[in-house]
């Protein structure tokens, strides 16, 4: 591995973990993905200590991966993350001339979403007794939001008399418009009263914004009182809206950008969970 012999910056495993993610929110990644990215860097150093980065040849890194996918099991989307990881550190700070495209990547596993149906929906947004709470799930079911962006959500991103909102800085750091349904409209609209635009639409007992963390929680708890016994997460709430819409006859091209998906083929994975009896599909038997 050949290196910009024109820089000749060394950095500790301390300083340059803080080198590395200063470096990503200059390029404005996400909080989540520095967090990740600078994980799985640190467990890689701890990995080679004493051995500097810049030392380890191709063939080493290799050797890592294949460990982390063969000896720790870890899953293809971990390992692909590590890759990406590394080659941030490689390509974008050491200047490397490193191909990392010669690093063959795991082929990730083709796994269908849960799916649960809108009785169980029902029944879910049911079970929860905190009005807040509700509409926090009501609105990332009604709208296919993600847990990041609902508790971002501002009181200005709200459309009321349009049944729309305004999600910003979305997955990508893309924005988008998508939908909510009338039937929350009364209660969103007394969530909303009081606050200034520029306001989080959602706030704890304590005046602070919601974490992820919290909003998961509350799903899980929701999940065990409910009786659910599919093993889903909050995310489920997203995919649930995206395939009841196509179940519904939506165009999936509308779907795509409710969704806020920069490809239609991540779309495309709903028309594998739908429920094939409401398209009067029958078995052959």
Do not use: W
């Amino acid at each position: 591995m050949e290196f910009d012999h024109n820089d000749n910056t060394n950095f500790g495993p301390n300083s340059l973990l803080q080198l590395y993610e200063r470096e990503l929110r200059l390029r404005n990644y996400s909080p989540k993905t520095i967090k990740t990215y600078s994980s799985l860097l640190g467990k890689f150093i701890k990995h080679f200590h004493p051995l500097d980065p810049r030392n380890l040849s191709s063939s080493l890194i290799k050797e890592y991966l294949y460990l982390l996918l063969a000896k720790e099991q870890l899953s293809s989307t971990t390992v692909d993350q590590t890759i990406n990881a590394l080659r941030f550190l490689y390509v974008d700070i050491y200047k490397a001339k490193f191909d990392f495209r010669e690093i063959a990547r795991p082929r990730s596993e083709k796994r269908l979403p849960v799916i649960l149906s809108r009785d169980e929906v029902l029944q879910l947004l049911d079970s929860v007794t905190n009005p807040t709470h509700r509409l926090m799930l009501q609105l990332i079911y009604s709208s296919g939001l993600r847990v990041s962006e609902i508790v971002n959500l501002r009181v200005r991103d709200i459309q009321l008399y349009s049944l729309t909102l305004f999600v910003r800085g979305g997955k990508g750091h893309k924005d988008r418009i998508t939908i909510f349904s009338y039937k929350i409209k009364a209660q969103l609209s007394r969530q909303m009263g009081g606050k200034l635009p520029a306001e989080f639409l959602f706030i704890t007992q304590r005046g602070t914004k919601y974490t992820t963390r919290a909003v998961q929680k509350i799903f899980e708890q929701t999940v065990r009182k409910a009786g659910i016994q599919k093993t889903v997460s909050c995310h489920t709430l997203r995919h649930c809206f995206a395939t009841h819409l196509l179940e519904a006859g939506t165009d999936i091209r509308y779907i795509q950008n409710l969704l806020g998906h920069a490809s239609i083929v991540t779309t495309n994975i709903y028309t594998k969970v739908r429920n094939p009896h409401l398209f009067q599909i029958k078995s052959p038997l």
